[in-house]
């Protein structure tokens, strides 16, 4: 694994060791390398510590597959144990060139699975890599179990939509199924972890790369080893210096360490990634409204100003609108209360949805807004529905992270034309999706605005 010599060793994690030049492979639209695959392989292996799964790096699984003489792969497979494992998870690589350890131009995923005797190819680009695949297959299958296994190519894995995130979808496959064993999936011998891998990959392959390099940043902060200055130390110094004007939020150093700790996120944090999923779903028929104006609607002391204040805003042109839902009722403090929650209203239904991370708690200030704002946007009387299964916070502190992962899944939901299927709406698109993305939200945003900064100085 070659490097130059300015490019600096910035992590070492269990045997895998980053350089600088990972960062700038993740950052942008490149192929995964070798080392970043390794990492996040070895990542999971710790997270889900079962010896029931073993996860092979890929300078393991390429001399599996191009090992030139069987005594000498015997040899080499023997000590690792794979045996002893229920699921082995392989990533295949379609470099056939020894001398070139990082060779290749497309990554996929081959798993072995010990209840059926069977190995699934998992390829994000149409089988392209069935060959290596196979090879692979056959190389190893001899020393893993005592009869003979099959091979099944997975026809339905969630495709790659560009010619180098082949990487990303390996990753994310391998996540889904280790968080498929390690959940209790394999008592479903039925199912297997496929429909999970439809439902979640594509997703989460949208957002791997950014929750890789929180992660990475994590760990670095964690170990110490190499200081990359976080985004709110980029060119300020003062105490709160603004680091960053997005539409119209402003957002200060000091977001930044609500971000990077486990704190109550602030109005201009929920602003400003609300204002994000505006600008991204870009559609008139989707409102996104700021606190600052759902707060007002909320606590306005007259109909007159509040009428006055609500018509400009256009509500009634849009087919969903998005609140989110403070318990401050203190006009005179704009940024207090103890919890967030979200306000959706539907228009194909003439319902407002009330979801809640912390039991409810915000029933009664989501009434007051629904209430207040109902008047205004529907012609009808509007219902009002609690969503109780809604995804629950495990701790004080994340409401917001979960309102800003249900407003994420909606918009994503409405932006994909889930809103031809009227039956079934966001709710199990929010059940599925927000507990996973509410555990790498904040690195996520942390990563987006970092984004943001260096495009703005560019």
């Given at each position: 694994?070659?490097?130059?010599?300015?490019?600096?060793?910035?992590?070492?994690?269990?045997?895998?060791?980053?350089?600088?030049?990972?960062?700038?492979?993740?950052?942008?639209?490149?192929?995964?390398?070798?080392?970043?695959?390794?990492?996040?392989?070895?990542?999971?292996?710790?997270?889900?510590?079962?010896?029931?799964?073993?996860?092979?790096?890929?300078?393991?699984?390429?001399?599996?597959?191009?090992?030139?003489?069987?005594?000498?792969?015997?040899?080499?497979?023997?000590?690792?144990?794979?045996?002893?494992?229920?699921?082995?998870?392989?990533?295949?690589?379609?470099?056939?060139?020894?001398?070139?350890?990082?060779?290749?131009?497309?990554?996929?995923?081959?798993?072995?699975?010990?209840?059926?005797?069977?190995?699934?190819?998992?390829?994000?680009?149409?089988?392209?890599?069935?060959?290596?695949?196979?090879?692979?297959?056959?190389?190893?299958?001899?020393?893993?179990?005592?009869?003979?296994?099959?091979?099944r190519e997975c026809s339905d894995t969630p495709q790659q939509k560009n010619g180098y995130d082949c990487g990303v979808y390996l990753?994310?496959?391998?996540?889904?199924?280790?968080?498929?064993?390690?959940?209790?999936?394999?008592?479903?011998?039925?199912?297997?972890?496929?429909?999970?891998?439809?439902?979640?990959?594509?997703?989460?392959?949208?957002?791997?790369?950014?929750?890789?390099?929180?992660?990475?940043?994590?760990?670095?902060?964690e170990k110490n080893l190499f200081y990359i200055p976080p985004v709110s130390a980029m060119g300020y110094s003062s105490d709160d210096?603004?680091?960053?004007?997005?539409?119209?939020?402003?957002?200060?150093?000091?977001?930044?360490?609500?971000?990077?700790?486990?704190?109550?996120?602030?109005?201009?944090?929920?602003?400003?990634?609300?204002?994000?999923?505006?600008?991204?779903?870009?559609?008139?028929?989707?409102?996104?409204?700021?606190?600052?104006?759902?707060?007002?609607?909320?606590?306005?002391?007259?109909?007159?100003?509040?009428?006055?204040?609500?018509?400009?805003?256009?509500?009634?042109?849009?087919?969903?609108?998005?609140?989110?839902?403070?318990?401050?009722?203190?006009?005179?403090?704009?940024?207090?209360?103890?919890?967030?929650?979200?306000?959706?209203?539907?228009?194909?239904?003439?319902?407002?949805?009330?979801?809640?991370?912390?039991?409810?708690?915000?029933?009664?200030?989501?009434?007051?807004?629904?209430?207040?704002?109902?008047?205004?946007?529907?012609?009808?009387?509007?219902?009002?529905?609690?969503?109780?299964?809604?995804?629950?916070?495990?701790?004080?502190?994340?409401?917001?992270?979960?309102?800003?992962?249900?407003?994420?899944?909606?918009?994503?939901?409405?932006?994909?034309?889930?809103?031809?299927?009227?039956?079934?709406?966001?709710?199990?698109d929010v059940k599925e999706t927000v507990p996973d993305l509410a555990n790498h939200l904040r690195e996520d945003i942390l990563g987006?605005?970092?984004?943001?900064?260096?495009?703005?100085?560019?």
């Amino acid at each position: 694994m070659g490097y130059s010599s300015d490019d600096d060793k910035i992590l070492s994690y269990n045997d895998v060791v980053l350089r600088r030049s990972d960062l700038d492979i993740l950052n942008g639209p490149n192929f995964l390398n070798d080392r970043l695959i390794e990492f996040y392989l070895s990542y999971l292996s710790t997270v889900h510590t079962s010896s029931a799964i073993s996860l092979i790096p890929p300078s393991i699984a390429f001399w599996i597959s191009n090992c030139p003489d069987t005594e000498s792969l015997k040899d080499f497979i023997i000590p690792l144990g794979l045996p002893d494992s229920d699921v082995l998870i392989f990533p295949v690589n379609d470099n056939t060139n020894v001398e070139l350890a990082e060779g290749g131009l497309h990554w996929s995923l081959l798993v072995y699975y010990r209840e059926a005797n069977s190995f699934y190819h998992h390829d994000s680009l149409m089988g392209l890599n069935q060959w290596s695949a196979k090879q692979l297959f056959e190389a190893v299958s001899p020393f893993v179990c005592d009869g003979d296994a099959i091979y099944r190519e997975c026809s339905d894995t969630p495709q790659q939509k560009n010619g180098y995130d082949c990487g990303v979808y390996l990753l994310g496959v391998a996540q889904v199924i280790c968080r498929w064993f390690s959940s209790g999936g394999v008592q479903n011998r039925d199912e297997l972890w496929f429909n999970d891998v439809k439902e979640t990959v594509p997703d989460l392959a949208n957002h791997l790369r950014e929750e890789i390099l929180g992660l990475i940043r994590r760990l670095i902060s964690e170990k110490n080893l190499f200081y990359i200055p976080p985004v709110s130390a980029m060119g300020y110094s003062s105490d709160d210096d603004k680091i960053l004007s997005y539409n119209d939020v402003v957002l200060r150093r000091s977001d930044l360490d609500i971000l990077n700790g486990p704190n109550f996120l602030n109005d201009r944090v929920i602003e400003f990634y609300l204002s994000y999923l505006s600008t991204v779903h870009a559609s008139p028929a989707i409102s996104v409204i700021p606190p600052s104006i759902a707060f007002w609607i909320s606590n306005c002391p007259d109909t007159e100003s509040l009428k006055d204040f609500i018509e400009p805003l256009g509500l009634r042109d849009s087919d969903l609108l998005i609140f989110p839902v403070n318990d401050n009722t203190n006009v005179e403090l704009a940024g207090g209360g103890l919890h967030w929650s979200l306000l959706v209203y539907y228009r194909e239904a003439n319902s407002f949805y009330h979801h809640d991370s912390l039991m409810g708690l915000n029933q009664w200030s989501a009434k007051q807004l629904f209430e207040a704002v109902s008047p205004f946007v529907c012609d009808g009387d509007a219902i009002y529905r609690e969503c109780s299964d809604t995804p629950q916070q495990k701790n004080g502190y994340d409401c917001g992270v979960y309102l800003l992962g249900v407003a994420q899944v909606i918009c994503q939901w409405f932006s994909s034309g889930g809103v031809k299927n009227r039956d079934e709406l966001w709710f199990n698109d929010v059940k599925e999706t927000v507990p996973d993305l509410a555990n790498h939200l904040r690195e996520d945003i942390l990563g987006l605005i970092r984004r943001l900064i260096s495009e703005k100085s560019e």
